[in-house]
């Protein structure tokens, strides 16, 4: 059972470099979610959709891009890495309407 | 932004120990989730209310949503190493309709002594 899944699993960038943080699920869930995690907090939305075609910004979306070009993917693009950018990012998807959401095992991010 | 208020931040218990963890809300909740992460892991959900008043159990893990839908508390009964982690409570507010994602805490760290 392959769920959610996220690649790379770590990547150390330079400030300005840019980077696509891939998320695929294979439940045919409609919606999916990108979060971050700092040190010591709790998960902060960046962006999320609700279908194909269809993104809308979270909490903290400055400094990201999303697309959503079929249900199964969900890529999250940095395109200047900051510092401020170092993270654990974590995708999560969930069926329509159901609160439950899955979470794929994360991408640490170092920007030097 | 809605604010969720975990505590404790971290616990040092002895194994056998029961665990009593809680959050509180600045605002008003219908559903509230309650996960574990591991180490190098995404979050894996535990219980799931969504009934203000509402007294859910998973094995050993029982959790409440409160009455005034401020709050819920997550209780661990005999705990084992496996216990270990960061148990993070998570809700949605009244607004949304379930799109835009959930207000997490910032976590309980469980450390158990052998």
């Known amino acids: 059972n392959a769920g959610v899944t996220q690649t790379p699993k770590f990547r150390i960038l330079k400030i300005g470099q840019s980077m696509t943080l891939q998320c695929t699920q294979d439940?045919?869930?409609?919606?999916m979610y990108w979060y971050r995690q700092d040190p010591g907090m709790g998960l902060k939305l960046i962006y999320y959709?609700?279908?194909?075609?269809?993104?809308d910004k979270g909490e903290v979306p400055n400094g990201y891009n999303v697309s959503r070009s079929t249900t199964e993917d969900f890529p999250l693009r940095l395109e200047l890495a900051a510092p401020s950018q170092t993270s654990v990012y974590f995708c999560?998807?969930?069926?329509?309407?159901?609160?439950?959401?899955?979470f794929g095992p994360g991408t640490r991010l170092l920007v030097l | 932004g809605q604010q969720l208020n975990q505590s404790p931040q971290s616990m040092f218990i002895q194994e056998g120990e029961d665990v009593s963890m809680n959050c509180t809300s600045s605002?008003?909740?219908?559903?509230w989730l309650w996960y574990k992460q591991d180490p190098g892991e995404g979050p894996v959900l535990l219980i799931a209310?969504?009934?203000?008043?509402e007294l859910t159990s998973n094995g050993r893990l029982t959790a409440q949503f409160g009455i005034t839908r401020k709050d819920s508390f997550l209780n661990i009964s005999a705990s084992i190493p496996s216990d270990v982690g960061i148990y993070f409570c998570?809700?949605?507010?009244?607004?949304?309709?379930?799109?835009?994602?959930?207000?997490f805490g910032k976590g309980t760290h469980l450390i158990i002594q052998p």
């Open positions: 999560a998807s969930s069926p329509l309407g159901d609160t439950t959401q899955y």
């Open positions: 439940m045919n869930h409609n919606y």
């Open positions: 959709s609700v279908g194909a075609g269809i993104t």
């Open positions: 605002s008003i909740f219908n559903t």
């Open positions: 209310l969504y009934k203000a008043g």
């Open positions: 998570a809700g949605r507010g009244m607004t949304g309709g379930g799109a835009d994602g959930l207000t």
